[in-house]
């Protein structure tokens, strides 16, 4: 691990501080941030910055700018010599927005139309106060945003690294180029709204507004389609089906956005849209009625009255209420939190593992379907699945669950490898770690326990969805200009060569399904599956017209299945 080049600072009001690299949250261009507690410390990566630039007078100037969706600097953060190197401000609670982009990921956490709506509507409630206190936020991207989920209320935004923004006399000039407004010059409250725009745009439909096929422009050419405002409001826009209809957006703002981005209008969005209420989606799901499409067979499953949020490798679901059903006997499993439950397969029964006030366990007789609870005594974080192995995360690092039979069952702890706790995001069944820049993946692997995998392509980016299976890791990043990367990882059988397959996306979803001999699926376009192995390099690609991207897959055991609406589904080759 790198050497901290301050490991001691000062904070303004507060005193002297130890970093240490467990406090490690992330690193990107500007510098490097850490956790201390309650509080987090940002780090320029060019100290001399602050001095040159005279910021310290600005961190000051915009510790004055206090309101709940804005994480506003406490003070400067200096050597104990006095040389000023970054600021600090209160820990932030919440997602990446980008994340809530994705099907998969709001259906796991239950995140609805109405809850887009009202996020939105309170991130326009903190940009409009950024604007009264006469600052601009020039870099309002989807990084910028995190959004606070909170059990049994709305959710709320929180705008971070406001030291970007533009106020008093110091400017601004870096944006990503996917919100630049390229039709103004300089940066304006009105620039602002385009790039408040071209996000929340994204929240309500999981695309990009200048993204999806259009005829006359090459893929990836966003740069072109804001210039031209070939927006996908264009007549002959192709977008594929996970993308969600515009009716989801209430009405008044919907025509802003086309207003925004196909007309080439600028104006602040309208006040209280979510008032006039949200149209009911025109577009209808196209149903897989038929047996047999001539290339796949299609055979349903299970249906349930409540959609579907996961569906797990041991053949049970997890509805959006928190119901919990063995597919294939249609018995109850009992309920559970269904944003954070975990279920796997242990002998004689089912392990059923959610947070409530805490992590909690919970043991389900196969026979009799009988659950009763189990004493799990562990101060941590959260659980994370691997295939069919449960682990929950603690300060230490991952721990391994294990389940004993001793006349009743009972749940212990069993092999911990280390992960730095603020530096690691865990995602479906591998954790990407930011060592001070340096990327890792931390990854379950068999009899070899859990391997630490240095991936410097992932360097500099920021990772949004990964995916894990046996000797496999699929990987969603950002990077600086606003594109999407995907990465493939495969792994030999010591974890210590990989082969890797990248790509560019449209989106940060990863609707794929990883089977445990090796085999993959994915669904990246309307019409087409593409199987491949990622140890071999060969790929398949199935054509069949009842494909389609809204198709959520997963796997049961050795199956292909997927999951739409309140249904789930096996599909197999003919």
Known sequence: MAKLKHPKVLLEGRGEVALRENDHLATGGEGSVFRLGDLVVKIYADTG??????????????????????????????????????????????????RLFTNDYRAQVGFTDAHATTLVERMREAQQFVHGANAVVVDGNELNYLAHLQKQKSPEPRMIDVDSWA??????????????????????????????GIVTFQLFTGIHPYKGRLQGFEFGDLEGRMKANASVFSPKIALARAVRDFGCIPPALREWYRAEFHDGARSVPPDQFHAAGIAHAARTVRAVAVPHSGVLVYEKLFAHTDAIARVFPCGVVATAKGDLVEIASGRSLGQADPTSVEVTRVEYGF???DWHQGPRLAFVDATSYQRSDLSFQVTASRFMRHENRLFVVTDRGLTEVVVKHFGKVVAGLGNTWGALPYGTRWYDGVGVQDTLGAFYLVLPAGDMGCVHVRTPELDGLTPLAAKAGERFVAVVALDHMGVYHKFEFAFDKTYTNYSLWRGETDVAELNMSVMPRGVCATITEDGEMVVFEPSTGVVKKVKDPHITTDMRLYRIDDRVVFARGAEVWSVRMS
Do not use: C, N
């Open 49 to 98: 910055r602050m001095k040159a630039e005279g910021l310290t007078e600005k961190v000051r100037l915009l510790a004055r700018v206090k309101h709940p969706y804005i994480v506003a600097p406490h003070g400067v953060v200096s050597t104990p010599s006095g040389e000023p190197v970054g600021l600090y401000y209160p820990f932030a609670q919440g997602e990446p927005l980008p």
């Open 167 to 196: 106020i008093g006399r110091w400017g601004a000039k870096v944006i990503m180029p996917s919100i630049r407004d390229w039709h103004t010059k300089g940066f304006t409250p009105l620039s602002d709204w385009f790039s408040w």
């Open 351 to 353: 392990l059923v593992a």
